[in-house]
């Protein structure tokens, strides 16, 4: 089972950036397509980006499209969200979790979930 461990969250001001990391435990993590949700207060859990195995395929919801970037390195079993021109409304907890099947852009589709990164935005 792989287990993932997010970093890399905190406090920024609006307009700032932050580089999140995704670490999971096994070599069999490069298998995956791997997926970043994100969770604000009070709301359901919302996509924010997901990349395929090799990197070459890579999906953004909306609200991120041309501010966030989604990278991995599989030889360090590690996913990246690149996340420029912060706004408040990013303001969430972010997970990563790896694809298992049907709709990218669901949460349903994922497993193993991190325990989670807090980002906040401040205006």
């Known amino acids: 089972q792989v287990q993932l461990v997010e970093s890399g969250g905190g406090l920024v001001q609006a307009g700032g950036s932050l580089r999140l990391s995704c670490a999971a435990s096994e070599r069999t993590f490069s298998s995956y397509t791997m997926g970043w949700f994100r969770q604000p207060p009070g709301k359901e859990r919302q996509f924010v980006a997901a990349?395929?195995?090799?990197?070459?395929?890579?999906y953004y919801g909306d609200p991120v499209k041309g501010r966030f970037s989604i990278s991995r390195d599989n030889a360090k079993n590690t996913v990246y969200l690149q996340m420029n021109s912060l706004k408040p409304e990013d303001t969430a907890v972010y997970y990563c979790?790896?694809?298992?099947?049907?709709?990218?852009?669901?949460?349903?589709?994922?497993?193993?979930w991190g325990q989670g990164t807090q980002v906040s935005v401040s205006s």
């Open positions: 979790a790896p694809h298992i099947g049907g709709d990218i852009y669901s949460d349903y589709a994922y497993n193993y």
């Open positions: 990349i395929n195995w090799t990197g070459g395929s890579k």
